[in-house]
């Protein structure tokens, strides 16, 4: 059983206690988490990275996510959150690197899970290769990067899929290369609503 305690909040934001985190989802308590997305950006314009999150992971083995996240525990600071970045990614960053879009709430409703999460956002204009990336495997199979208007087609219902490339890493260690087409049912089915609000914040800080 999962013994880490959270901090619970009402729906206006207001801190109701504390929970362990499988009764917080079980009864679908509000909750704070750290959101941390990677773009990057060149001459060809911007790229969107997201984690391949791992098949031992227990909720939404498999499927592609936010370049970085987590649950913020009771006693934690939205600052500590970014701890997540170097756990899962190994990249040592500092919170003054990471450009905010504030507090995103939403739901995530699946059999037997319901997650309500204010989600403190982050963007980090991401300044290092592939190569850098060092997963931790239980929780991270691989890393890809995505054209930012693909992605955009994609949330917006303007394409069906979207070109990914990176890699993942095997059961062996071994680094497989990724390159290949990507439907919406292959992401962490987060609102619409987030991702909208996501992509808006992206496009407002890189005018």
Same mark, same amino acid.
């Given at each position: 059983?999962?013994?880490?305690?959270?901090?619970?909040?009402?729906?206006?934001?207001?801190?109701?206690?504390?929970?362990?985190?499988?009764?917080?989802?079980?009864?679908?308590?509000?909750?704070?988490?750290?959101?941390?997305?990677?773009?990057?950006?060149?001459?060809?314009?911007?790229?969107?990275?997201?984690q391949?999150?791992?098949?031992?992971?227990?909720?939404?083995?498999g499927?592609?996510?936010?370049?970085a996240?987590?649950?913020?525990?009771?006693?934690?600071?939205?600052? $500590?959150? !970014?701890?997540?970045?170097? *756990?899962e990614? %190994?990249?040592?960053? @500092?919170?003054d690197?990471?450009?905010?879009?504030? +507090?995103?709430?939403?739901?995530?409703?699946?059999?037997?899970?319901?997650?309500?999460?204010?989600?403190?956002?982050?963007?980090?204009?991401?300044?290092y290769?592939?190569? $850098?990336? !060092?997963l931790?495997?239980? *929780?991270?199979? %691989?890393?890809?990067? @995505?054209?930012?208007?693909?992605?955009?087609?994609? +949330?917006?219902?303007?394409?069906?899929?979207?070109?990914i490339?990176?890699?993942?890493?095997?059961?062996?260690g071994?680094?497989?290369?990724?390159?290949?087409?990507?439907?919406?049912?292959?992401?962490?089915?987060? *609102?619409?609503?987030?991702?909208?609000?996501?992509?808006?914040?992206?496009?407002?800080?890189?005018?």
């Amino acid at each position: 059983m999962n013994k880490e305690i959270l901090t619970t909040f009402d729906e206006q934001g207001h801190v109701t206690g504390t929970a362990p985190r499988d009764e917080v989802h079980r009864l679908g308590l509000w909750h704070e988490t750290f959101h941390c997305w990677f773009v990057g950006k060149d001459d060809s314009g911007l790229t969107v990275y997201l984690q391949l999150r791992s098949t031992q992971k227990r909720d939404y083995a498999g499927l592609l996510d936010i370049t970085a996240a987590g649950h913020l525990t009771a006693g934690e600071t939205v600052q $500590d959150g !970014v701890r997540e970045v170097q *756990e899962e990614l %190994g990249l040592a960053l @500092a919170f003054d690197e990471l450009k905010p879009l504030g +507090i995103i709430p939403y739901c995530m409703d699946t059999a037997g899970f319901l997650d309500r999460e204010r989600a403190n956002v982050f963007i980090y204009e991401n300044r290092y290769a592939l190569e $850098d990336f !060092v997963l931790q495997q239980e *929780e991270v199979a %691989g890393i890809v990067q @995505a054209s930012f208007s693909s992605f955009r087609s994609l +949330i917006t219902g303007a394409a069906d899929t979207l070109r990914i490339q990176g890699f993942r890493i095997t059961a062996d260690g071994e680094r497989v290369i990724i390159d290949e087409q990507a439907g919406f049912t292959r992401f962490v089915p987060h *609102e619409q609503a987030y991702y909208l609000q996501v992509i808006k914040g992206i496009e407002a800080l890189f005018r």
